[in-house]
């Protein structure tokens, strides 16, 4: 193993704070800060507002920021994206949905995505959309609100409760639209109706206009690594058979990309199935978890 890693002081040595503070303002970027007070940014990354400028200029020309189109601030850009995209598909997980994703989002003539759970938000890995009209303009490397997203929501399903609740205690549960469920008590209920049926729909959760249902993805230890959707007008949607077709098709394009990462389809090795994908096939009695 390097010094770099196993020595504190080769860590100070070979740090670089050029490289630091463009890291940091990348971040602070990513997390919102839009950077319309250049006094206030500079001054908690601790540099001045002239080399703060020099940043700003240098990462727009390399494309890793850009202009909010509201044309105050500066938001994650394009470059940035696709470089993130291109280190992610490089992983088994994204380069065996995209085909999967591909033959979905052609069969159902609805866009269809790929996303894993950071934190409380749900990140966009995978687009891929029809030739159709209508196609979602959503981004690769955006970010939504897990307990808003069905992605987010049937991923938070399956894990442990515990984890849940401490990822969410005291966390302000904002409503993206009046479906949004803003409160413990309906958060908590959402999640259980998403376990059981084993996919999560949303009907105008999210978007008025927009319909949309989740399936979880699982690894070989049983863990939801990541969710796909398809998204459409709720026109698209319409009809109980049509919804049972959609429902059909997530459910097999989920449990095809979970069999490929390894996944059994069965319980855990140590026996315990409280995470087990319900998919809508199965008849399964799971133990539900019990809240507090």
Do not use: C
């Not at 069969?107 to 790929?114: K, N, R």
């Not at 409380?120 to 997203?149: D, K, Q, T, W």
């Not at 849940?164 to 549960?173: C, P, Q, T």
């Not at 209920?189 to 319909?211: C, F, H, M, P, V």
Request: aromatic letters at 6%; glycine letters at 8%; a neutral charge.
């Amino acid at each position: 193993m390097s010094e770099i890693t196993t020595n504190g002081q080769s860590d100070e040595l070979y740090a670089s704070p050029p490289v630091q503070r463009v890291a940091r303002l990348l971040r602070r970027i990513a997390e919102g800060d839009a950077v319309t007070n250049m006094a206030r940014t500079a001054r908690e990354l601790g540099i001045n507002r002239t080399t703060l400028l020099r940043l700003l200029h240098a990462l727009e020309a390399e494309r890793f920021i850009e202009p909010r189109s509201e044309g105050n601030g500066w938001r994650i850009g394009i470059g940035l994206i696709t470089l993130t995209a291109q280190a992610f598909f490089s992983d088994d997980l994204v380069q065996t949905a995209v085909p999967v994703l591909t033959h979905l989002a052609e069969s159902l003539t609805l866009s269809a995505h790929l996303g894993v759970l950071d934190g409380r938000e749900v990140v966009y890995l995978v687009r891929r959309v029809p030739n159709h009209a209508f196609a979602s303009n959503i981004r690769v490397g955006s970010r939504l609100p897990a307990h808003a997203a069905n992605m987010g929501r049937i991923i938070l399903a399956y894990l442990p409760v515990e984890r849940v609740e401490r990822l969410y205690a005291a966390a302000d549960l904002r409503p993206v639209t009046p479906q949004t469920a803003v409160t413990p008590l309906q958060f908590r209920a959402q999640l259980d109706t998403d376990r059981i049926k084993g996919l999560a729909w949303s009907d105008g959760n999210y978007e008025l206009g927009i319909s949309s249902v989740a399936a979880a993805i699982f690894d070989a230890t049983n863990t939801p690594v990541a969710a796909l959707n398809v998204t459409g007008q709720t026109a698209q949607f319409e009809g109980d058979e049509r919804r049972a077709r959609i429902g059909a098709a997530v459910t097999d394009a989920a449990s095809e990309i979970s069999l490929r990462l390894g996944w059994h389809g069965a319980q855990n090795g140590n026996g315990s199935d409280h995470n087990e994908p319900r998919y809508p096939t199965s008849e399964r009695n799971l133990r539900e978890p019990s809240w507090t």
